[in-house]
């Protein structure tokens, strides 16, 4: 008898199943071992790192919805951050309300100002798309600088510790745990999302919309649809950077038009069209540029002074760089070479 060399299902639950092999529940239990142990292990300054990796994830998700499953793409992502950082320090900072239902509010505004900035995609297909979403960017951010409402003329909020119930997120090592089960349910619902009719429709308009419409997908609302969900994962994503102990400080800075180009590229070297691919780019993009740093730290007592100096655009170059070269190597980004890698070893010692 022969032996099987790949994954074969005999029945519709084996096949609708997340998890197939007894691989996969192996790595799903050593991840969540290692989520366990990460906190307890690793610096405070890296446990930092780790937050805004989770953060960072949540936007991502969001956006490689839009653009990695349903192929519209957006260059406005940074704007709906703020959108959702804005909203929640507003409602916390000078309504006072609780840090939960700020959140909640934020998503639901990001939300419904990205329908309507996905409103062109009715139309509007490509570069002239990522035009429009560009001027959406561009409308959010002049609106954050001119808005003087938006701070009480005071150029910045600055909001204060939250709290969950009885528990005060004033550390890292809480706010962890926090964005860690956050961060795990945006994954999980995502992955669920592409297993319904409505995140089939959107593989469809991505594939082919016109295809999509003949058989009956109504094209133009989940185009608009997809916008909404990932504005408002940002938004939500934003609120909650609006909170952390490191980011309490809302300005308009930090939602310019060079974060939404990282986000892209996070899904880009991650692998579009993966939830996964999305939080290996998210956690690859924001380690990169800090372990630059690092790295030029440790060089500050010895002859490479020059690279110190020359830091920033060492930064640029390397993203530049490694963006170029997941293009014409790895198209498919992060997650295609950890699928490969899975391939081979579970068909090994066949080469097919």
């Known amino acids: 008898m022969g032996t099987a060399t790949g994954v074969f299902h005999t029945t519709y639950r084996k096949d609708l199943a997340l998890r197939h092999t007894k691989a996969e529940y192996i790595r799903l239990g050593l991840l969540a071992a290692v989520a366990v142990w990460l906190p307890f292990n690793i ?25 990695g499953y349903t192929g519209l793409i957006s260059l406005a992502t940074a704007g709906f951050l703020g959108v959702g950082a804005y909203t929640a320090a ?7 309300w609780p840090m939960v239902p700020s959140v909640l509010v934020a998503t639901v505004v990001a939300a419904l100002i990205g329908a309507f900035f996905g409103l062109p995609a009715l139309r509007l297909k490509g570069l002239y798309l990522a035009i429009s979403t560009f001027a959406a960017q561009e409308i959010l951010e002049e609106r954050f600088r001119s808005w003087k409402w938006l701070t009480r ?31 795990g349910l945006v994954f999980w ?41 990932a504005c408002g994962l940002a938004g939500f994503s934003g609120a909650l950077q609006a909170f952390y102990i490191d980011t309490q400080v809302v300005t ?61 655009a060492l930064q640029l170059a390397v993203f530049g760089l490694v963006l170029v070269v997941f293009l014409l190597v790895e198209p498919r980004g992060l997650a295609r070479l950890w699928q490969r890698i899975k391939d081979y070893f579970r068909l090994w010692p066949f080469r097919y």
Not at 45 to 53: A, E, K, M, R, V
Not at 91 to 96: A, D, E, P, R
Not at 167 to 180: A, G, H, I, P, V
């Open 43 to 67: 610096s405070t300054y890296w446990l930092g790192w780790t937050n805004i990796i989770l953060l960072a994830t949540i936007a991502a998700v969001g956006l490689n919805i839009l653009l």
């Open 90 to 96: 507003n409602l916390k900072v000078f309504y006072h």
């Open 153 to 183: 003329d005071q150029g910045t909020i600055v909001t204060t510790y939250p709290s969950v119930g009885e528990t005060r997120l004033d550390t890292k090592f809480e706010w962890y745990w926090l964005l860690l089960v956050i961060a």
């Open 189 to 229: 619902a995502s992955i669920n999302l592409f297993r319904t009719g409505l995140g089939r429709a959107f593989v469809a308009i991505r594939d082919q919309d016109i295809a999509a419409e003949v058989m009956g997908v109504p094209v133009g609302r989940y185009k608009v649809l997809a916008f909404s969900i």
């Open 252 to 312: 308009w800075e930090n939602y310019q038009l060079d974060k939404s180009f990282t986000f892209v590229a996070m899904i880009i070297i991650g692998g579009l069209g993966s939830v996964s691919g999305a939080v290996y780019g998210a956690a690859f993009l924001t380690w990169l540029p800090n372990y630059i740093n690092q790295f030029g730290a440790s060089l500050q007592t010895s002859s490479f002074a020059i690279v110190i100096r020359k830091l920033s």
